[in-house]
């Protein structure tokens, strides 16, 4: 299921407002019956909210929920590039709408989604007219491209068993629910190694396992492993 299957969107209720401005402070300018008039989508958790080669839809505004922005390989396997929350901005969506192009990545809902769709003249009007709008997208996308750089930076010089104690490590659990294969899509690579990869942790006593989850004994020891070659 895909955002455009779904039923007709509604617009937000005036009580909605207040929590659209406090996750986007940028809009506290704009009419409140522009504000109002936005549709409101809600959409279950595994949604998925837009896929590759599909025309944009518009400038999602999230409310609720989280967005897994993830590519896809011929393959089959898959890597998470980035995920959006309340207050957040997409990157893909803005460069489609920037170059009115198709979305080149997927878009799934990892939970239930509240989120209000910008149409896409609405959108090109704030950009040219609005400038905290214009701002809050623009930093947004730098700070987009430096996560993305960043992430390209660790694929091509950091060994796999480093990126895998840094993720384990980001989750700030001691506890970690997860399978094998969400681990290696986190880290686009494929189940087998990411297993092999936690037994190894588990003989250096740095994690114990259980079924689908992952318990941090050894922080500090993973913390080491994490840290670059020098």
Known sequence: MSIDTLQRPHPIQETLLAPLLAHYPALAGLPAETLAALPRVELPAGTCVFTEHQPCQGFPLLLE??????????????????????????????????????????????????????PVPLFGQWLAQHGPFRDF??????????????LVEEVAFARLDQRLARLLLARNQETIHATHQQLADELGSVREIVSRLLKGFVAQGLVSLGREQISLLDRPGLTRLAEPSR
């Open 65 to 118: 929920g989280s967005i897994k922005v993830l590519k896809c390989a011929p393959s089959g396997r898959e890597m998470v590039l980035y995920r959006v929350e309340p207050g957040g901005s997409c990157i893909i969506t803005s460069s489609c709408l920037l170059g009115r192009s198709d979305y080149s990545a997927r878009g799934i809902a990892e939970s239930k989604l509240t989120l209000l769709m910008l």
């Open 137 to 150: 997208v623009f930093h947004l996308f730098a700070e987009r491209i430096a996560e993305l750089m960043q």
